[in-house]
Nanobody, 123 residues
Framework: QVTLVETGGGLVQAGGSLRLSCTASGLTGSKYAMAWFRQAPGEERRIVAIISGSGEKTFYFDSVKGRFTITRDIGENANYLDMNSVKPEDTAVYYC????????????????WGQGTQVTVSS
């Protein structure tokens, strides 16, 4: 059974920093791209960042480029999203996902999902 568990969400002031962690079990991490999606109330789920199975390639949604960094520890089967200079518009539920492919952009390419963690940025 595959499980993804996100931790690290919470309340942060605008301009501050937050680290989200995602720990996977039941899958061989290096075979899967790992991604973070987010969903704000009333909006669709959107890609935030992706890291390839090898950890060598990354992709970022335009609005988070230069502020967010995705990394992974293949040995620990974990990946991390470092969020810096956060803005109120970053407020959302953040989901970790695992999928086959180098850097799949679409949510349907991800077979496994975590339960989500709330990030709230106050102005």
């Amino acid at each position: 059974q595959v499980t993804l568990v996100e931790t690290g969400g919470g309340l942060v002031q605008a301009g501050g920093s937050l680290r989200l962690s995602c720990t996977a079990s039941g899958l061989t991490g290096s075979k899967y791209a790992m991604a973070w999606f987010r969903q704000a109330p009333g909006e669709e789920r959107r890609i935030v960042a992706i890291i390839s199975g090898s950890g060598e390639k990354t992709f970022y949604f335009d609005s988070v480029k230069g502020r967010f960094t995705i990394t992974r520890d293949i040995g620990e089967n974990a990946n991390y999203l470092d969020m810096n200079s956060v803005k109120p518009e970053d407020t959302a539920v953040y989901y970790c996902a695992a999928g086959i492919g180098v850097l799949p952009l679409q949510a349907h390419a991800y077979a496994y999902w975590g339960q989500g963690t709330q990030v709230t940025v106050s102005s």
